[in-house]
């Protein structure tokens, strides 16, 4: 009886301390999840990736040395080729369905072949945000890596990747531009701004209870206030207007993209799950609201696109890209031993200007640049 008695008690007793150290371990488990997400609070409201003013008007005035004085920004931006909706892209999600206004979802814009070339592109990417050098701009339990057009240009005309990728990724982005030109009806032509091939992958040791962001709630061209509103001034990127995300898997965990009604109550309107081929566009100011989900396993890749009716504000880069990939069709690309690409490629994109006749002929005359109807 007395053993009996031991045993029964000593039982209570264990689970007691047992559910006590629980308690316990799941407290310094949260704290440390808080110590490490709070090394990136200062993140959390910075705006999507892209560059800076300053950083822009200096590349485009390093850029504007090529360029003949009567040449006007008319004929420097006929960068894309007007490409007719697929036939094989369908609507799939509009206002209602989504919860909201000036948004939409549509598959077809790639097939699988397409998506898996695609994918090659992203065995260049840095890591990082692609312009700050911000090792994980967004969630410390995600490998961030981008790769942009200029990058991928550069990589193009030393021979370091293959023409025909770089050709696919201007076609189908355009396709995507001209998509969202026509969705939305616009009296104004769009005009890229920025593009981005970004993926983001699960860390081995993230948490599978993680509750944190892979990209918080934010809009793309405004600042949310601690009263809600959405002010567009800087550090916003207030030029742009429409936006666009092109996926290229859906082999991952998580990482849905979502469309939200308030900052602060963070009620979901809208999902939509990323697929090959699969896109979503919106107008980007503060009624769409969105982020992304955790990825939880594997990688997640998409290319963003941010869009602006102002010509000014024209991504020159895929005019560039657009020359360079003339100048290889027409006398192959240049063979440098040992050349490397640093994260910060912009210097060496204007070099290459410098240096290449050719490239400062086909950009003066915009024969990388015409603008062509079907």
């Known amino acids: 009886m ?9 039982a209570v007793i264990d689970a007691k301390f047992n559910a006590f150290t629980k308690k316990i371990d799941a407290e310094k488990t949260e704290q440390k999840h808080e110590e490490k997400l709070g090394k990136y609070s200062s993140s959390i409201l910075h705006p999507p990736p892209g560059h800076s003013p300053s950083t822009r008007t200096q590349f485009v005035g390093n850029l504007s040395i090529f360029r003949d004085e009567e040449e006007t920004e008319v004929q420097i931006s006929r960068v894309r080729k007007r490409l ?50 911000n090792k994980s701009p967004h969630s410390p339990y995600e490998r961030f890596e981008g790769v942009t057009i200029g990058r991928m240009a550069l990589m193009m005309y030393f021979n370091l990747t293959n023409p025909e990728l770089l050709e696919l990724f201007l076609q189908r982005t355009e396709a995507v531009r001209d998509h969202v030109e026509r969705y939305f009806d616009l009296d104004s032509p769009l005009y890229f701004t920025y593009t981005h091939l970004v993926c983001r992958t699960a860390l081995l040791d993230s ?25 567009r001034e800087d550090p916003a990127y207030t030029w742009r207007d429409y936006s666009a995300i092109l ?61 602006t009716l102002d010509e000014k504000y024209l991504e020159y880069e895929r005019v560039m890209a657009n020359t ?46 015409k603008k062509e109807q079907h």
């Open 2 to 10: 007395l053993l009996h008695y031991i045993s029964e008690e000593f």
């Open 84 to 133: 007719e909706v697929t036939d094989d892209a369908q609507i799939i999600a509009e206002e209602k369905e989504l919860g909201g206004r000036n948004r939409y979802a549509a598959d077809g814009l790639l097939n699988s072949i397409e998506c898996n070339l695609l994918m090659q592109l992203t065995q260049i990417a840095v890591e990082g945000d692609g312009y700050e050098e």
């Open 207 to 231: 948490p599978a209870d993680r509750t944190d962001l892979s990209h918080e709630i934010h809009a793309d061209n405004c600042v949310i206030k601690d009263g809600g509103l959405c002010l």
């Open 247 to 307: 996926y290229l898997n859906d082999d991952f965990d998580g990482g849905e993209f979502f469309f939200v009604d308030d900052w602060k109550s963070r009620r979901v309107q809208g999902i939509v799950r990323p697929r090959c081929g699969r896109m979503v566009a919106f107008s980007a100011g503060g009624e769409n609201l969105h982020g992304v989900r955790g990825v939880r396993n594997s990688r997640r890749c998409a290319v963003a696109l941010w869009f």
């Open 324 to 369: 360079m990939l003339t100048r290889v069709r027409i006398l192959g690309t240049v063979q440098h031993e040992d050349i490397q690409i640093s994260s910060r490629y912009e210097d060496m994109l204007i070099q290459c200007f410098k240096e290449d006749e050719m490239l400062r002929h086909l950009l003066r005359e915009g024969r990388g640049n």
